[in-house]
């Protein structure tokens, strides 16, 4: 157990759609990561969160957004949902530095029908 | 852009014996950081290994250990002693000094015989 929790751990939608995903941080991380992972797209880095405030983006479309609150728990809301954004979306938690050891979350597996 | 290649799909090793898996890299920066990522069937993503580019001396965790040659571009893994449970995908993974680019490689399978 990496201490890192998401929810939910699936989610069937459908095309067109909205929704959430949650993840709660280790304790006493200040870094949120996201990742998507599928099957013809491999593991992608969408975008990490430090304390509040955007410090890195990757290939996240325009269509997902993401944000850390205060307490540092993140939401990553995709929307207009399509089929090809079917994938295992990963959080993980770490410090401050850039190669700081990353604490993956189990995913939250996501079915876009 | 940068980009990390695996280029062996699948591999498989006799347990207790050693495998290396392959990993190559393109940057134009100077400074920066790679990873090994493991990813067992549970499909949680586990740290094996990092290694800092400015540091010549290769990274060691136990029984895995790399083989970083930065003019070449290239960050292998040995897996010394193979063990049932180290059957997993394996991801290389590079970050940029600045953190803006984290990307990972397509991973290598890697079946552990008994």
């Known amino acids: 157990d990496s201490g890192v929790t998401q929810t939910p751990k699936h989610l069937i939608t459908a095309t067109g759609q909205r929704v959430t995903l949650r993840c709660s941080p280790r304790s006493g991380d200040l870094s949120v990561y996201w990742y998507q992972q599928s099957l013809d797209q491999g593991l992608q880095f969408l975008i990490q969160y430090y304390n509040g405030e955007e410090r890195a983006k990757g290939n996240i479309l325009e269509r997902f957004s993401a944000q850390q609150f205060p307490d540092l728990h993140s939401e990553l809301n995709l929307s207009s949902l399509e089929l090809g954004d079917s994938a295992l979306y990963f959080c993980a938690s770490g410090g401050a530095g850039w190669a700081d050891t990353q604490y993956f979350g189990p995913g939250t597996r996501l079915t876009v029908l | 852009a940068q980009t990390v290649t695996q280029s062996q799909p699948e591999m498989s090793v006799q347990e207790a014996e050693t495998v290396t898996l392959s990993c190559t890299y393109d940057?134009?920066?100077?400074?920066?950081?790679l990873f090994w990522y493991k990813q067992p069937p549970s499909r949680q993503m586990i740290l094996v290994i990092r290694q800092e580019a400015y540091k010549q001396q290769n990274a060691t965790e136990n029984r895995f250990s790399v083989n970083f040659q930065k003019a070449a571009k290239s960050f292998s893994l040995k897996i010394s002693d193979s063990q049932l449970g180290d059957a997993a995908m394996y991801f290389c993974a590079y970050r940029g000094n600045y953190g803006q680019n984290f990307v990972f490689g397509p991973g290598t399978r890697l079946s552990v015989l008994p």
């Open positions: 940057t134009s920066e100077s400074d920066y950081y």
